[in-house]
């Protein structure tokens, strides 16, 4: 038995050819391993946009007010008496902060109209940040010259899409009726904010501000986001929705613990896995081995032959585990996440990764039993042969 590359690859391939069961079973342990560890990854990636897209879909978490609002009395009236200048929500969108995005301006106020108390909110379409378009805007996007009208109000008032209304001596027509919603929402009349602003004799001027605090996975807490937007607008109050803001960290949260749970489990199970194979093939051969280094074979080609088999059992599982993975991701990841679909995509550095890890796996796994087999005595062997 020669010490030599070539030599040792055809007592390899001999190997497995002859022992057919025993490698396929090590490489299946290892392609479900890699497979399923790629597919987490894979899916993991596109949970968190999805995630992102989810908790995005429950609303604003942080209100901005004017100085000075006693926020008790904010929250009996649903609105800041205060107000404070249109400029401050372009302000916060070019100062380039990282905490905060997706910023839009209200002015609302407490009207009588048709006999009905309603609470008349003036919405500006949201500013993009840095001066930037913002991709899927939040909130409201109403056009000038027409109104959103909450369901109760449009009830109670027997208004319906299509209407012309008069609010305060402005004609608006209205574009949309909101579904109901359980809360104050179904007394509002929305409307452009600079609508709403003439309406109100109250040109530039809101009194508050929308946004959503850019979690980045609980690294940015409120007390973060109050001093950055105070750096930017001294004196004003920021508040935050707390049940939102704990849903979406949460939510987030659940889907990182899955991935650091499954994959270590997956990972160790595939180890013993491919331990035990190794073990139980070293078993089967072990007068083999006693022959072989009773002959003067060294124990280096004898291990090499073990732990060369380990490595490539770790290469081929990688690359036909990345595969499985990747495909299987891609396939049912669209119906599962379909509002992030376009982004679901083989990642393919992934596969540098899956080849180094599944190797090095192998080879922990079979380091011991086949340091086991060339220590063995061949004497000892033979004679229990």
């Given at each position: 038995m020669g010490d030599?590359?070539?030599?040792l690859l055809r007592m390899m391939l001999a190997e497995i050819v002859h022992r057919k069961g025993n490698f396929l079973s090590a490489l299946i342990a290892v392609v479900a391993a890699v497979a399923i560890s790629v597919g987490v990854v894979t899916v993991c990636d596109a949970s968190r946009r999805e995630t992102v897209r989810l908790m995005r879909d429950m609303g604003?978490?942080?209100?901005?007010?004017?100085?000075?609002?006693?926020?008790?009395?904010?929250?009996?009236?649903?609105?800041?008496e205060g107000?404070?200048?249109?400029?401050?929500?372009?302000?916060?969108a070019d100062s380039g902060l990282m905490t905060i995005r997706h910023l839009v301006a209200r002015l609302q106020k407490r009207v009588t109209w048709r006999g009905r108390d309603v609470l008349l909110t003036g919405v500006l379409p949201e500013v993009g940040m840095k001066g930037r378009p913002p991709k899927s805007p939040m909130g409201l996007?109403?056009?000038?010259g027409t109104a959103y009208v909450g369901r109760h109000i449009a009830d109670s008032a027997g208004v319906a899409v299509g209407?012309?209304?008069?609010?305060?001596?402005r004609r608006l027509r209205v574009a949309a009726v909101i579904d109901e919603q359980g809360s104050i929402d179904d007394i509002r009349i929305y409307g452009h904010l600079h609508d709403v602003q003439e309406m109100l004799g109250r040109p530039g001027r809101i009194n508050e501000i929308e946004a959503l605090q850019c979690l980045c996975w609980g690294k940015h807490t409120l007390a973060n986001v109050r001093a950055d937007v105070r750096s930017v607008l001294p004196g004003v109050e920021v508040t935050e929705m707390r049940s939102i803001a704990i849903a979406r960290a949460e939510t987030r949260k659940m889907v990182e613990r899955f991935a650091g749970v499954l994959i270590p489990a997956v990972v160790l199970i595939a180890t013993v896995w491919v331990g035990l194979?190794?073990?139980r093939n070293i078993n089967d051969r072990r007068a083999e081995i006693g022959i072989l280094r009773a002959l003067?074979?060294?124990?280096?080609?004898?291990?090499?032959l073990f732990l060369g088999k380990a490595t490539l059992i770790g290469l081929l599982g990688?690359?036909?585990g990345w595969a499985v993975g990747t495909a299987v991701a891609v396939h049912y990841g669209t119906d599962i996440f379909p509002h992030t679909a376009k982004f679901i995509a083989p990642i393919y550095g992934l596969l540098g990764w899956a080849l180094v890890g599944s190797a090095l796996l192998c080879l922990t796994a079979s380091w011991l039993p086949a340091m086991s087999a060339v220590m063995q005595d061949p004497a000892e062997v033979l004679s229990e042969e």
């Amino acid at each position: 038995m020669g010490d030599g590359g070539p030599m040792l690859l055809r007592m390899m391939l001999a190997e497995i050819v002859h022992r057919k069961g025993n490698f396929l079973s090590a490489l299946i342990a290892v392609v479900a391993a890699v497979a399923i560890s790629v597919g987490v990854v894979t899916v993991c990636d596109a949970s968190r946009r999805e995630t992102v897209r989810l908790m995005r879909d429950m609303g604003f978490n942080l209100l901005i007010v004017p100085e000075g609002t006693d926020m008790a009395d904010f929250w009996s009236r649903s609105f800041a008496e205060g107000e404070m200048p249109e400029d401050y929500v372009y302000r916060l969108a070019d100062s380039g902060l990282m905490t905060i995005r997706h910023l839009v301006a209200r002015l609302q106020k407490r009207v009588t109209w048709r006999g009905r108390d309603v609470l008349l909110t003036g919405v500006l379409p949201e500013v993009g940040m840095k001066g930037r378009p913002p991709k899927s805007p939040m909130g409201l996007t109403i056009d000038p010259g027409t109104a959103y009208v909450g369901r109760h109000i449009a009830d109670s008032a027997g208004v319906a899409v299509g209407d012309e209304i008069d609010v305060l001596g402005r004609r608006l027509r209205v574009a949309a009726v909101i579904d109901e919603q359980g809360s104050i929402d179904d007394i509002r009349i929305y409307g452009h904010l600079h609508d709403v602003q003439e309406m109100l004799g109250r040109p530039g001027r809101i009194n508050e501000i929308e946004a959503l605090q850019c979690l980045c996975w609980g690294k940015h807490t409120l007390a973060n986001v109050r001093a950055d937007v105070r750096s930017v607008l001294p004196g004003v109050e920021v508040t935050e929705m707390r049940s939102i803001a704990i849903a979406r960290a949460e939510t987030r949260k659940m889907v990182e613990r899955f991935a650091g749970v499954l994959i270590p489990a997956v990972v160790l199970i595939a180890t013993v896995w491919v331990g035990l194979s190794t073990l139980r093939n070293i078993n089967d051969r072990r007068a083999e081995i006693g022959i072989l280094r009773a002959l003067g074979v060294s124990s280096r080609p004898i291990a090499a032959l073990f732990l060369g088999k380990a490595t490539l059992i770790g290469l081929l599982g990688a690359v036909v585990g990345w595969a499985v993975g990747t495909a299987v991701a891609v396939h049912y990841g669209t119906d599962i996440f379909p509002h992030t679909a376009k982004f679901i995509a083989p990642i393919y550095g992934l596969l540098g990764w899956a080849l180094v890890g599944s190797a090095l796996l192998c080879l922990t796994a079979s380091w011991l039993p086949a340091m086991s087999a060339v220590m063995q005595d061949p004497a000892e062997v033979l004679s229990e042969e």
